[in-house]
Structure formats: C-alpha cells, structure tokens
C-alpha cells in the first residue's frame, strides 16, 4: 500500500485497517495479518514507557521505535505502509527543526508522518507534502494537546467546535494530506467529515460512518488497564499471559521444566 492507495480505498469504499506498533517482535506478527497500515504512535510513551501522557515522546524515541517496526516488518518479507507519529513540539520550533524531524524517522523507516492539528503550522504541512513527504491530519482529540484540553475529553459536541473542525479538516486536504485521523468525537460528525472530504478519514473512537479504524495494539489485545468507550478487547491478552507465566513458575518449583526435550545431551 501507497499513500496514493488511501484514496483509492475510498473511492471504491473499502474500509483502511490501521493499528499501532512500537516493537519489531509485533511488526513481525502483524505483517502476517491482513492490516494495511502500521502506525508508530506517540503513545508509546505511556503504553512501553509508563508515561501518563505522550508528551514525554521525543523524536529520538519515534526513531527507535520507528526503525525497530521497520526492522520487523522487513524481516517477515511483506510490505506494510508505516506512519509514524511526529512527537511533541517537534513541529512547533520552526520549519527547519520540523523537517528535519520528519526527515529522520522517513529515515527510519516510516512512509509517512503524521501530525496533530493544523492551526499555526500550516507551512509545516505544506513544505513536507512538497518535500515529498506524505503527511497524515489528526484532529479531534488531540492527546498532544491534554493539558489544553483539559484531559481526554470528547471533542466536537458543540456547533462551534464542530464547525472549527469541519473548517480544519478541509484545511489538511488542502495543504496536501493523504488521510485524516478523527479521535473521539460524535459520530455523526465522523460521517459528515468524511463525506466532505475526498480523502479518507480513518476513525478511532468517531463513529461507524467514516472510511477506517485505528487502534492501540496493546488495548485491543486486552494487554492494558485502558477501558475507553471506543475500544473493543479481541482478547484478554493480559490474562493469558499472567497464565502461562503462572505455569511456567509450577513447571519450575515441580521440575517439569525443563522437560527431556528442552535439555542438551552429551
């Protein structure tokens, strides 16, 4: 898949998959399965890191990330398209510290960079479309944006915030955007987004109506203590391992680990 592929999707309205990644052992996994995008996400700073928010993210810390997804993906031998995340303020100190961010984790690995919100950088999202770099919107909820925020909070549920992100996603298509990403906002206003735009809206916690869905990797696996309204548990990942490491332990104290098959003869 292509950034030009995207919109393609669209047009023929056949739903995007995307789901996070930030380790090459996952990638791996992941690139046997039918997921057309990858994204690096900032959360890595709270989902691997402990943090309690993504602002402690740094472009050094999607770097790692970034080239150790690429790594694994690489290593299965199959091709998925891989967005990262451009981390706090790394595209807020001026054009050249955000190109030259941007620049390292295409570097990296990534296909594409994406960016939270639109108002005051403009030139940033223009000048990297130009430089040939495929840039990904973020609006809505924008967790780089918590403090002003005022936490997680679902956005868009008054007229003139609805119109403001109405007016901003149109922006990100103007300036070159290949695809948007709407977080937490009402459904309704997931679909009309996507219906007025021409490229695809890729929804986590925004509806049913739009053209996608994202995921952090560790939520849906029921890895994590995260219970947001949006998230659907495939599996309690959590259980299953606090259980194999249960009987790993009783396989120890017993001595049936290690077992006959597990031991080097002379």
Do not use: W
Request: with cysteine; proline share 4%; net charge negative.
């Amino acid at each position: 898949m292509t950034a030009p592929d995207f919109a393609k999707r669209k047009k023929s309205n056949r739903k995007i998959s995307m789901i996070t990644c930030y380790d090459a052992v996952f990638a791996q996994i992941i690139a046997r399965t039918p997921i057309d995008c990858v994204l690096v996400g900032d959360s890595c700073a709270m989902v691997v890191h402990g943090e309690k928010t993504t602002i402690p993210a740094t472009v050094d810390m999607m770097i790692t990330h970034t080239r150790s997804v690429r790594t694994g993906l690489q290593a299965a031998g199959l091709a998925k398209f891989l967005v990262a995340d451009m981390p706090f303020l790394s595209f807020r100190a001026g054009l050249p510290v955000a190109i030259e961010a941007a620049g390292a984790l295409m570097r990296a690995g990534a296909d594409a960079v994406k960016l939270e919100g639109v108002d005051g950088h403009e030139d940033v999202v223009h000048n990297l479309v130009q430089s040939g770099i495929p840039v990904m919107g973020h609006l809505g909820l924008t967790p780089q944006s918590f403090h002003t925020l005022g936490g997680h909070k679902v956005q868009g549920r008054n007229n003139s915030s609805v119109e403001v992100l109405k007016a901003q996603a149109l922006k990100l298509e103007q300036l070159g955007c290949f695809a948007l990403v709407l977080e937490c906002i009402p459904e309704k206003l997931g679909g009309e987004i996507a219906r007025q735009l021409s490229i695809p809206v890729i929804g986590i916690g925004a509806g049913r109506e739009v053209d996608g869905q994202v995921l952090v990797l560790h939520d849906m696996l029921g890895l994590t203590g995260f219970t947001a309204t949006f998230v659907h548990r495939y599996i309690d990942g959590s259980a299953l391992v606090v259980q194999a490491l249960k009987e790993y332990c009783d396989d120890i104290d017993s001595g049936a680990f290690p077992g006959a098959t597990e031991v080097f003869g002379p």
